[in-house]
């Protein structure tokens, strides 16, 4: 079961909320520890420390289980500079092959499955509400990705994506104007004509 608890006033919501109804502080969101198990290998997860975080591993396959919080930290460029262990160099990976979506490490739901930052070639799978999983290697070719400077890259292509598309409207809107002169023009011409 999730709560929320005020960093400020102490106050606790039973649901996930970011900023508290009471004094608009932030939330510090707390779940039940459900023992996770590995979506593919369907074992228990073990602990393992990385960079100051207790990660969720598999034993069999190495895959990871991050929480949102965590994801968040650990593929920052802030975390990721700070890093000595990151590769600047990154080549993307080649796409995996189809496969089923894998079901959440703690809620059992299907989780959606995504590239991370679009032009990465990364494939992440993750809950909407408990976390990420990443396959082994996975957290390492994104913190690579972000050390090149991906991120970067990521934004500028968005805002590429975001400029056609402005340009196709602003000549969709052209379009629509020029009919709508035309059409007006027309009406004119046909009182003109017919009279009152």
């Not at 809107?173 to 009182?191: A, C, G, H, P, Y």
Request: proline residues 4%.
């Amino acid at each position: 079961m999730v709560h929320s608890q005020c960093l400020s006033c102490k106050h606790i919501v039973k649901a996930k909320v970011h900023n508290c109804p009471m004094c608009n502080a932030g939330m510090k969101i707390s779940q039940e520890d459900n023992p996770k198990q590995c979506p593919r290998c369907t074992v228990p997860l073990k602990i393992k420390h990385y960079r100051n975080f207790e990660l969720d591993e598999c034993n069999k396959c190495e895959g990871l289980w991050l929480e949102p919080d965590e994801f968040s930290v650990l593929t920052s460029e802030f975390d990721v500079y700070r890093d000595n262990a990151s590769n600047p160099l990154y080549l993307r990976p080649a796409l995996k092959k189809a496969e089923n979506y894998l079901p959440c490490a703690n809620c059992q739901k299907m989780m959606s499955r995504r590239s991370f930052k679009t032009i990465s070639g990364v494939l992440i799978d993750s809950c909407i509400h408990c976390g990420v999983w990443l396959d082994k290697g996975e957290l390492d070719n994104i913190r690579d990705f972000v050390a090149s400077g991906g991120l970067d890259k990521a934004q500028d292509r968005k805002i590429i994506q975001q400029e056609l598309k402005l340009d196709a409207l602003n000549d969709r809107v052209s379009d629509l104007e020029l009919m709508e002169k035309m059409l007006n023009k027309f009406d004119i011409k046909r009182i003109f004509f017919r009279g009152f």
